[in-house]
């Protein structure tokens, strides 16, 4: 009797989750993931859905900077992260030993120029100042882009991790002003231009096709990653992760919602 009385309760219960659309998933697996705030967390929301369908169930954590999700993650507070370009992730496992590797592209965000007072990089007065990331990765970045609209040039060899002390040629005298980069946005009351990542230029209302005066060719190498563990990197729950995130929806969502200011790199 009370073996029959379980049965009919379960079944009631598969019943009502049938009714009311709702999937039962046995023994999903948690899955933490940081991203930082803004298109890496709106596009995680995105995939969630579709991870559950997998057997994931992701936990999406929002960081206010790059460094604490890369630290998170290797100390196994996270189990993955979405938020940097692989140029950044091989700073941060030279320079803090991290046993974190890349499984997969996700997003580009093409780094942009923004200006109170500049209509053009050709109006920069001599001695402007230019803000730019303190981070090795994206201040070499935002140098990069300089010296592609012939602002600075760089001393050859300086590659993707160029620094200040890097410019051969500043025929205009611009101050270059180092800053946190998701401080840029509020320095822009302060100099004359900053370099700003997408995503805070997003975050703090600025439209990159509307508001930048210029911006990082699409074919820039700074792809930005989904990070795990090595230890985990040949996980099943790794794939799922991966190819709820590499999913049409997923694609069609960044596409309608960033209008281009974001680009899918799969």
Same mark, same amino acid.
């Given at each position: 009797m009370i073996r029959k009385r379980l049965l009919g309760t379960f079944a009631a219960a598969v019943t009502?989750?049938?009714?009311?659309g709702a999937p039962i998933a046995a023994h999903a697996e948690a899955i933490k993931i940081g991203v930082t705030p803004g298109p890496h967390a709106q596009i995680m929301e995105k995939v969630k859905p579709i991870a559950a369908k997998e057997g994931l169930e992701l936990t999406v954590m929002e960081f206010s900077d790059y460094v604490i999700p890369n630290? #998170?993650?290797? *100390?196994?507070?996270?189990?993955?992260?979405?938020?940097?370009?692989?140029?950044?992730?091989?700073?941060?496992?030279?320079?803090?030993?991290?046993?974190?590797?890349?499984?997969?592209?996700?997003?580009?965000?093409p780094m942009g120029v923004y200006s109170k007072t500049a209509k053009s990089l050709d109006a920069l007065p001599n001695g402007a100042k230019v803000a730019v990331p303190n981070d090795p990765t994206n201040g070499g970045r935002a140098l990069l882009l300089l010296q592609s609209k012939g602002l600075i040039k760089l001393k050859d060899g300086a590659g993707l991790k160029a620094s200040p002390l890097d410019i051969a040629e500043n025929p205009k005298k611009l101050q270059i002003v180092e800053?946190?980069?998701?401080?840029?946005p509020r320095s822009l009351d302060d100099v004359t231009v900053a370099v700003i990542n997408t995503n805070?230029?997003?975050? #703090?209302g600025l *439209?990159?096709?509307?508001d930048a005066i210029a911006r990082e060719a699409s074919e820039s190498p700074y792809a930005n990653v989904i990070v795990v563990r090595k230890a985990d990197q040949d996980k099943p729950w790794v794939a799922?992760?991966?190819?709820?995130?590499?999913?049409d929806e997923v694609k069609q969502f960044i596409n309608d919602k960033f209008k281009g200011a974001i680009v899918p790199a799969w």
């Open positions: 009502l989750a049938a009714a009311f630290q #998170a993650l290797a *100390d196994g507070d996270l189990n993955a992260n979405s938020f940097q370009h692989q140029p950044y992730l091989d700073n941060q496992v030279k320079d803090r030993g991290y046993d974190l590797v890349s499984v997969a592209k996700n997003v580009i965000f800053l946190d980069a998701a401080q840029l805070y230029a997003l975050e #703090a *439209d990159p096709l509307k799922k992760l991966v190819k709820a995130y590499q999913n």
